[in-house]
C-alpha cells in the first residue's frame, strides 16, 4: 500500500530565503504527483501536477521535481513571502487513479 | 464562474440519521473525488469517479456510498453515520483524472453525535 511522508512536518523561515519541501512516497509506480496548498479555514487549491514520465513542473517561484527510482519529490519555492504562509501537501496517483496524500508540511514565513 | 459547490457547508446530526452531502461542478469535468480531513490523519480520499456511472473506492471508503447519475453532481451519502464520521469533508473535480488541475470545494464539517 502507498504510503506518502512529508519532512519537516512545519518550517519557519525568514522572509526571502529559499526553501525545499519534501516528500517521499513507498511505491514507485505512480500515474502523477501533485502538490497543493491549503490556507488555514479554507479549502486546497492545486499547485503542480507532474506527470510520471517527467522531472519537474513549473509555475512562477514554484518549482516541483519528481525522482521515481528514489521515490522523492521537492517542491521549490524561490525567494519565500509571507503570504507563502500555508500548509502544503503533496499527494501520490496511481494507475487507477486513487490519489493518496501526505500528512503535510507547514509554513510559516516570517516578514 | 468556474466553482465546485457542496452543500451544506455545516452539518451537526446525530448517530444513524442518513445524510446526504451534495457537491456540484459547473465546468463539465470527468473525475470528481470525495475527501475526508481529519487532525493527525490528513487527507483521506473516500471515494472517485472518472465519469458518469463510473466510481471506485479510494482509502476509506467504509460507511458511505456515492453515485454518478450526471456529470456535473457527485453526491456523497451516509446511510448511517457514526461518531467516527466526524470530519471536514472536500469534494473535488478535474477535467481528467490524471492531467488535470484539480479544483476543491470549500468544505462540509460535519459532526455527528
Known amino acids: 500500500k502507498q504510503e506518502v511522508t512529508q519532512i519537516p512536518a512545519a518550517l519557519s523561515v525568514p522572509e526571502g530565503e529559499n526553501l525545499v519541501l519534501n516528500c517521499s512516497f513507498t511505491d514507485s509506480a505512480i500515474y502523477n504527483l501533485q502538490w497543493f496548498r491549503q490556507d488555514p479555514g479554507k479549502g486546497l487549491t492545486s499547485l503542480l501536477l507532474i506527470q510520471s514520465s517527467q522531472r519537474e513542473q513549473t509555475s512562477g517561484r514554484l518549482n516541483a521535481s519528481l525522482d521515481k527510482s528514489s521515490g522523492r519529490s521537492t517542491l521549490y519555492i524561490a525567494a519565500s513571502q509571507p503570504g507563502d504562509s500555508a500548509t502544503y501537501l503533496c499527494?501520490?496517483?496511481?494507475?487507477?487513479?486513487?490519489?493518496?496524500f501526505g500528512s503535510g508540511t507547514r509554513l510559516l514565513v516570517r516578514p | 464562474e468556474a466553482q465546485v459547490t457542496q452543500n451544506p457547508r455545516y452539518l451537526i446530526t446525530v448517530t444513524g440519521k442518513k445524510l446526504t452531502v451534495t457537491c456540484s461542478q459547473n465546468?463539465?469535468?470527468?473525475?470528481m473525488s470525495w475527501y475526508r480531513q481529519d487532525p493527525g490523519l490528513g487527507l483521506r480520499q473516500i471515494y472517485y469517479?472518472?465519469?458518469?456511472?463510473?466510481?471506485d473506492k479510494g482509502d476509506v471508503p467504509e460507511g458511505y456510498k456515492v453515485s454518478r447519475k450526471e456529470k456535473r453532481n457527485f453526491p456523497l451519502i451516509l446511510e448511517s453515520p457514526s461518531p467516527n464520521q466526524t470530519s471536514l469533508y472536500f469534494c473535488a473535480s478535474s477535467l481528467d483524472a490524471g492531467l488535470g488541475t484539480q479544483y476543491f470545494g470549500p468544505g462540509t464539517r460535519l459532526l455527528v453525535l
Open positions: 469517479s472518472m465519469n458518469v456511472e463510473v466510481t
Open positions: 465546468m463539465n469535468h470527468e473525475y
Open positions: 499527494a501520490s496517483m496511481d494507475s487507477s487513479y486513487k490519489l493518496i
